[in-house]
């Protein structure tokens, strides 16, 4: 890996851990009681949305879903915004009003996440077709799970978009479960890239849990759609490690050892291997000064993390508003690893 | 018809974050000439067709306001609109509650309403208590033209969704239109004629009904306020209360089904604040509680007529 290589690695890697680290602390907030209602964590999945907001600025927008903790994070919404709303709090991202599935903020391009499966895909159009209205050369992109392409959004979303030739990009996380129900059984065709050409796009496969190829298949799609060369439907294959949702018994549908499985290709461990394979990347100290970024080697413990364990003191909704921290203070500035990635 | 056109022609022209999705909206100009002449005029990103997938421009609209635009969607009959519900109560009103207030949702959705032509059940919908139970949207239910145009004109400067129903059969009413820059705030009923011995509520086609009811019933020395709520979402009931203590008589005209529907809602408000001045029960008339039949006879049996108005205006007066 050369230094830009490496580089651009080590800030995927970043987006990836933020992820990791803020989901598992997420889900002790919500073992611990802290956390209500219901929290779908991205624990697994990471390498889709760090590779496909890494190719994104901060103009462009995503849609995303349920599981949208990853999306917030990636595409910039702070740490503490997004726990102080899993915390019911008013300086949440959405002012303590959506929780884990409505989270929104437009101030970084996220959109918004939604309870419902399917609605992102054609907002994601929508967003677009503005775009193309102003012909601002921005980008929107909708993530969404294999379950919402059985969906009749994904099937009238998608065909609008290419008959508009819409600047959008579709992102299907297939992790190959629609809440405990299996794509393999559900999918007519289940080879999720390939319904691409049913409405004239192109449709593209990678292996979700490898980084580098989701950042380079992200690549292409956003340079199409900002061109004006359309949309593009990019099926990133991938797997998530927990419950569907925490506290969901998760053997009743699928087996320990597939998990297991899973977890041995984890894409942040599987990137740190390449990372390390020719040593210690000449540029990390440089890189790490530059962005600020963990001080420790990113292998440090997730255990020494130090993680929200007093909730904020609540607050008015009315004082609040607005005033949300844009960096992260006390108890999680002391996590160095749970900081924003850097913008590229 | 024409007012509305002349509305949007001109909001168009004003704003250019306008755009207008719907079935046969473009090179067409709309099923009922909604969009005549704009597709020359502001071109196939502005005036644009759409293939028959009401979900999915419904949903596509909801992303396009909170990108910064202004979609109109024209869905031609209520009833095909009824396939997007789910974008609308779940993604079109909430949107701005869940976001702080940080986005915005000027959405109008418009299409007609009303049992006419031996349409059949597909339709002939009126569903303005249903997208009016909804927190988050606004309905607006116009009886004529100049109240079509300022309604139009005010939804289409606003920041909130509107769903904005015309009756088909008053498509091609004509009636007089004020020149000039000036909309109707939502939320405030007419009162179209003062009365003094009962108050009848009546929305869309039914205040035209309502109209040949009191002329014929002013022969008879009954005089009858009638009032347009105008927009039902929100709804100007201060109007109404303000009448009945006039009048001590109320009935509530409506083509849409009665349960949980507009009279039970003004009778309710009705009764809550202003009990005390009634000299009789409320009394409600809307269309039948069924599905709406192809067949003319049938047909005319289940909505109300200027007869029928006038009967029910007879029988409260009698209790």
């Not at chain 1, 007519?188 to 691409?196: F, I, K, T, Y």
């Not at chain 2, 032509?117 to 059940?121: G, V």
């Not at chain 2, 927009?231 to 100007?236: C, H, K, M, Q």
């Not at chain 2, 604040?273 to 009634?278: A, C, H, N, V």
């Given at each position: 890996m050369n230094g830009r290589d490496s580089s651009r690695a080590l800030d995927l890697y970043r987006r990836m851990l933020l992820i990791r680290r803020c989901e598992e602390q997420l889900a002790r907030g919500h073992q611990r009681g802290l956390i209500h209602g219901a929290c779908h964590t991205y624990v697994g999945q990471e390498a889709v949305a760090a590779g496909v907001c890494a190719?994104?600025?901060?103009e462009d927008v995503v849609f995303s879903t349920h599981r949208g903790h990853g999306h917030a994070l990636a595409k910039g919404v702070p740490p503490r915004e997004l726990f102080a709303e899993l915390l019911g709090r008013a300086t949440g991202c959405s002012r303590g009003r959506g929780g884990s599935m409505h989270l929104f903020a437009p101030e970084v391009g996220l959109m918004g996440t939604s309870g419902?499966?399917?609605?992102c895909i054609l907002q994601a159009a929508g967003a677009a077709y503005t775009f193309k209205l102003r012909a601002d050369g921005r980008v929107a992109v909708a993530f969404f799970g294999d379950?919402?392409?059985?969906?009749g959004a994904f099937h009238e979303g998608l065909n609008m978009a290419s008959i508009w030739k819409l600047p959008v990009v579709f992102v299907c996380e297939?992790?190959?479960?629609a809440t405990e129900v299996p794509f393999s059984y559900s999918a007519?065709?289940?080879?999720?890239?390939?319904?691409?050409a049913a409405y004239g796009l192109p449709g593209v496969a990678v292996d979700g849990n490898d980084v580098l190829a989701v950042d380079v298949a992200a690549e292409e799609a956003v340079r199409r759609a900002r061109e004006g060369g359309g949309p593009t439907l990019l099926e990133c294959r991938t797997y998530r490690t927990?419950?569907?949702?925490?506290?969901m018994p998760d053997f009743t549908y699928r087996t320990r050892e597939e998990v297991e499985e899973w977890k041995a290709r984890c894409p942040l461990a599987r990137l740190r291997v390449k990372l390390l394979e020719g040593g210690t990347p000449r540029n990390w100290r440089r890189s790490r000064r530059k962005s600020r970024g963990?001080?420790?080697?990113?292998?440090?413990?997730?255990?020494k993390v130090p993680g929200p364990t007093r909730p904020p003191r609540p607050r008015t909704s009315t004082r609040s508003r607005g005033s949300c921290p844009r960096r992260p203070s006390a108890p999680l500035a002391?996590?160095?690893?749970?900081?924003p990635p850097s913008r590229r | 018809m024409q007012a509305t056109l002349e509305a949007l022609t001109e909001e168009m022209a004003r704003d250019p974050a306008i755009f207008v999705l719907g079935e046969g909206i473009g090179k067409r100009g709309g099923?009922?000439?909604?969009?005549?002449?704009l597709y020359e005029r502001y071109?196939?990103?502005?005036?644009c067709d759409t293939p028959i997938c009401e979900r999915g421009f419904v949903g596509l609209a909801c992303g396009a306001a909170m990108a910064g635009a202004r979609p109109v969607v024209d869905?031609?009959?209520v009833d095909f609109v009824l396939d997007a519900l789910g974008e609308i109560f779940n993604q079109i009103a909430k949107v701005q509650y869940m976001s702080g207030g940080r986005l915005r949702m000027p959405v109008l959705l418009r299409g007609c309403i009303g049992v006419g032509?031996?349409?059949?059940?597909h339709h002939s919908g009126s569903y303005h208590p249903l997208f009016a139970h909804i927190p988050g949207l606004r309905v607006a239910v116009p009886s004529n033209p100049a109240d079509a145009k300022g309604l139009l004109r005010h939804a289409l400067r606003g920041h909130d969704p509107v769903v904005f129903l015309e009756h088909r059969e008053l498509l091609g009413v004509k009636g007089p239109v004020p020149e000039g820059d000036w909309e109707i705030p939502f939320g405030r009923a007419a009162v179209v004629r003062p009365g003094k011995d009962v108050t009848v509520v009546a929305l869309s086609l039914m205040v035209r009904h309502a109209l040949a009811a009191c002329a014929a019933l002013e022969k008879e020395g009954i005089s009858v306020e009638l009032i347009d709520p105008?927009?039902?979402?929100?709804?100007?009931v201060d109007t109404v209360l303000a009448s009945v203590r006039k009048t001590g008589r109320l009935l509530i005209v409506d083509e849409?089904?009665?349960?949980?529907g507009l009279g039970s809602e003004i009778a309710a408000q009705v009764a809550e604040?202003?009990?005390?001045?009634?000299d009789a029960p409320i009394r409600r008339l809307h269309g039948a509680h069924a599905p709406t039949p192809y067949s003319p006879p049938l047909e005319a049996a289940v909505a109300p007529t200027a007869k029928t108005v006038e009967r029910a205006i007879r029988d409260l007066l009698e209790d």
């Open positions: 190719q994104l600025g901060a419902i499966v399917g609605p379950g919402a392409v059985n969906n297939n992790n190959q479960f007519g065709n289940p080879d999720v890239a390939s319904r691409g927990r419950p569907h949702s925490e506290g963990p001080s420790r080697t990113p292998r440090s413990s997730p255990r002391r996590s160095r690893s749970c900081r | 099923n009922f000439r909604t969009t005549a002449g071109g196939p990103l502005r005036l869905f031609m009959f032509h031996s349409a059949a059940t105008r927009t039902v979402a929100p709804l100007d849409a089904f009665g349960p949980f604040r202003g009990l005390d001045q009634l």
